[in-house]
């Protein structure tokens, strides 16, 4: 083939390989564009869902129903009509990067002190603004999306990871607190400063107790090290204490390890509210908070007895703090000298208490969890499982000031927009109905007479969320104490206008006396966002029974 030829042969080879991408661009392009657009926007509803589960179910719930915020999994932020959307995403976003100023919804892009980037914050948009899939159901048979279908599951896989530690005494603080062991340890060993620091590769022995009847020997290998560290970290109080008391257990002086046991079975620590003897003439370290009356009532005596064992009380407040912070957080150290000690009382939680640190949970639901009674008693450092529904921890106190961003801030007003709105029509002679809905109460304003008897009919309409309806004193909710007036279905003290809670779809009824001229407040006691206002005015008209 000569030059010619090639040159010609080369030219079209060129053409046809300019052809087929030019047809490949055309035809495959686009499709597969879409494809990889929609895989990528899946990929970020996963990760939204994901970062949902672990910052947003405290205070919104697993599925977005609502907890001390809103209710997040609903139609209105669903909506894919193009400006909705829009408005929707435009909303969610400013709400994470910014909060919400007066409430607990704090500022979550890291720039304005929060935890998340950008990126993450368009994650969440994506998830919460994601439609409603064919064939996707919630546990309820409800349809949803995937997103919310993976929050609930990386929900369920968080809960199922956690293992809450019962927090209270255990038998090195209890020693510590007493100088139980600390003594002991100096006067075997002809120390006289236990807090004086002692040379290295200075060998301490240590007293022999039941579970090391030989004694043992300590090894000085770190400096600043002292008796009382020394006691500490080879158990020498505990153990004291133990063989006071005839507890079981293990001591191994060479590991440095001690373990309780009860029948030969290693347990996790002393039992909530378990009494113990104390050895003779202890002290007791006071912290700050405790008073005459509640370090009487720890170790099981009298203030009397405590005063006695320590005359300079004489005369004081049983009730005052025995050791009071100053003005740089410096608590002073206030020693006090104990009678003998029958029965002091191990602290430690009760299952009311662990639960309270985990927003939803209660104390049944935690015993439950773990296959056991709220009359059994925790034991220290005994580890629990979350009930799969919890929603993780406790919800924040911290309210968001809104000087993060305030040029962005988004009103209360917005989220009204949002759940709705609108004022209470009764429908019979002194009769009304109050819908509880999407964690809102339909109706935020009730307009009634002074000095009539009212009934007020709640309706909740959350599936599985508990509301109740309560009136307050004063124009701000949770402010004023509450209404007086209640004539029934009371569920407060006395007469307080306060409903009974109800979970799910149900109603409850209460019926009260309008109070005096003025604004007055109402809200639930399990969603505090869910306001709305009393007015009673004169001349304000309740129609009559034949009117709709």
Excluded at 324 to 350: C, F, H, K
Excluded at 375 to 387: A, C, D, E, I
């Amino acid at each position: 083939m000569n030059t010619q030829k090639q040159i010609i042969v080369i030219i079209a080879l060129f053409f046809l390989t300019i052809g087929a991408c030019a047809g490949y661009a055309v035809i495959e392009l686009p499709y597969r564009t879409g494809l990889q657009s929609e895989w990528h926007f899946s990929e970020s509803v996963e990760r939204g869902a994901l970062l949902y589960a672990n910052n947003c179910r405290t205070c919104h719930g697993n599925a977005g129903e609502g907890f001390v915020g809103p209710q997040l999994n609903k139609d209105d932020f669903q909506d894919q009509d193009p400006l909705k959307l829009a408005a929707n995403r435009d909303l969610l976003t400013r709400t994470l990067v910014c909060g919400r100023a007066g409430t607990q919804m704090p500022a979550w892009l890291n720039s304005n002190g929060g935890a998340l980037n950008e990126r993450q914050i368009e994650h969440l948009v994506n998830f919460l603004t994601a439609p409603d899939e064919e064939g996707v159901l919630d546990e309820n048979g409800v349809p949803t999306s995937t997103g919310w279908v993976e929050a609930v599951h990386f929900a369920h896989n968080l809960n199922h990871e956690v293992t809450i530690l019962v927090g209270g005494d255990n038998l090195v603080s209890i020693a510590l607190d007493h100088g139980i062991g600390v003594q002991q340890l100096a006067d075997l060993n002809g120390i006289t400063d236990v807090n004086a620091f002692l040379e290295e590769q200075t060998t301490i022995d240590l007293p022999a107790v039941q579970g090391a009847p030989n004694g043992g020997t300590y090894k000085i290998t770190t400096a600043r090290e002292s008796v009382h560290s020394i006691a500490e970290r080879a158990f020498v109080g505990a153990a004291i204490l133990a063989d006071y008391n005839g507890l079981e257990y293990e001591l191994d002086y060479e590991e440095l390890t001690f373990q309780l046991l009860d029948g030969g079975s290693p347990v996790p620590g002393l039992v909530t509210g378990q009494l113990l003897a104390l050895p003779d003439g202890v002290t007791y370290s006071v912290t700050s908070g405790e008073t005459i009356e509640s370090v009487a009532e720890l170790h099981g005596i009298t203030p009397e007895e405590l005063i006695a064992a320590n005359p300079s009380l004489e005369g004081a407040d049983v009730t005052a703090d025995l050791a009071p912070a100053d003005d740089e957080g410096n608590v002073p150290e206030v020693v006090l000298n104990l009678p003998p000690i029958n029965g002091y009382v191990t602290r430690g939680q009760s299952w009311n208490e662990v639960a309270d640190a985990y927003g939803n949970v209660t104390g049944f639901s935690l015993a439950e969890a773990n296959n056991s009674e709220t009359n059994v008693s925790l034991r220290v450092s005994q580890g629990l499982s979350l009930p799969p529904d919890s929603y993780g921890g406790s919800p924040p106190d911290t309210i968001n000031s809104g000087t993060a961003c305030i040029q962005y801030a988004v009103p209360n007003n917005i989220y009204d927009q949002i759940s709705g709105g609108g004022s209470l029509t009764p429908s019979a002679p002194f009769e009304g109905v109050v819908e509880a809905l999407n964690i809102a109460f339909t109706q935020t304003q009730i307009t009634l007479p002074p000095d009539t008897e009212v009934k007020i009919t709640l309706d909740n309409q959350d599936a599985q969320i508990p509301h109740n309806i309560q009136f307050f004193n004063s124009p701000t909710a949770g402010e004023g104490g509450f209404l007086k007036g209640c004539t029934a279905g009371c569920a407060g003290d006395a007469d307080d206008v306060v409903s009974e809670l109800i979970n799910g779809i149900a109603q409850t009824e209460i019926t009260f006396i309008t109070p005096a001229v003025g604004e007055y407040s109402f809200d639930c006691v399990v969603h505090p966002n869910m306001v709305g206002t009393l007015i009673i005015e004169e001349g304000a008209e309740v129609p009559e029974a034949s009117q709709p």
